[in-house]
């Protein structure tokens, strides 16, 4: 068995954890809890949830909720899609939604760092999508680097501690035989890149 495209269906605790982890940390959960923070953190007042909670919906739970139907539909197993060359088309409903998002966010005036912190996604979504071609990025240590790296730049550098989420969740991707180390790797340090969108904010 691999560790790129087959999935570790071993009965042990540590395969226990390692679901938990993968589960509640999964991007959709994440990018909720991120984007509130830099929506508030970029409007200064409660307003900036509103827009925090449009770029989770866009950014999360509406590509969440696409692999949930085509699931339904059975064209993939779960929500991990462990078959790369079946990937394509979430990243291109990932880049679609997020670029709605980004235009209605423009369009009503948000403030500036919440929509920097949109085409920070959507230009980690390209970069996915073109390594995706070629080799198995992980996305799930993209995101869970991601969120980080932005709540550190919106807030405070204290938030770098939370990356040993960022290290539980490569981990977990290990542990269920979902990605290899360097394929979580990848992902974190392209999540952590996202940042570098505010140095021009």
């Keep these: 068995m691999t560790s790129t495209d087959t999935t570790d269906t071993t009965a042990s605790p540590d395969h226990a954890t390692a679901r938990t982890v993968t589960d509640v940390f999964q991007p959709r959960n994440l990018l909720l809890i991120g984007m509130l923070g830099v929506g508030l953190a970029a409007a200064g007042h409660w307003t900036g949830l509103l827009w925090g909670f449009l770029g989770a919906l866009c ?24 078959d790369r ?11 679609g939604s997020i670029g709605i998002g980004s235009l209605v966010m423009v369009l009503g005036h948000a403030p500036t760092g919440i929509l920097a912190a949109m085409l920070a996604l959507w230009a980690m979504t390209v970069v996915l999508l073109a390594v995706n071609t070629v080799w198995k990025i992980s996305v799930d240590a993209a995101v869970a680097s991601a969120v980080v790296a932005l709540l550190a730049a919106v807030h405070s550098p204290w938030w770098l501690l939370a990356h040993t989420m960022t290290v539980a969740v490569c981990w977990s991707r290990v542990a269920l035989g979902y990605h290899s180390v360097a ?14 969108v505010f140095l021009f904010v």
């Design 59 to 82: 950014a999360g739970f509406v590509p969440a909720g696409y692999i949930e139907w085509e699931r339904g539909r059975g064209t993939w197993g779960d929500r991990h899609v462990v």
């Design 85 to 95: 060359t079946k990937r394509a088309p979430i990243f291109f409903v990932i880049l």
């Design 183 to 196: 394929q979580t790797v990848a992902g974190g340090s392209l999540g952590a890149a996202t940042a570098g």
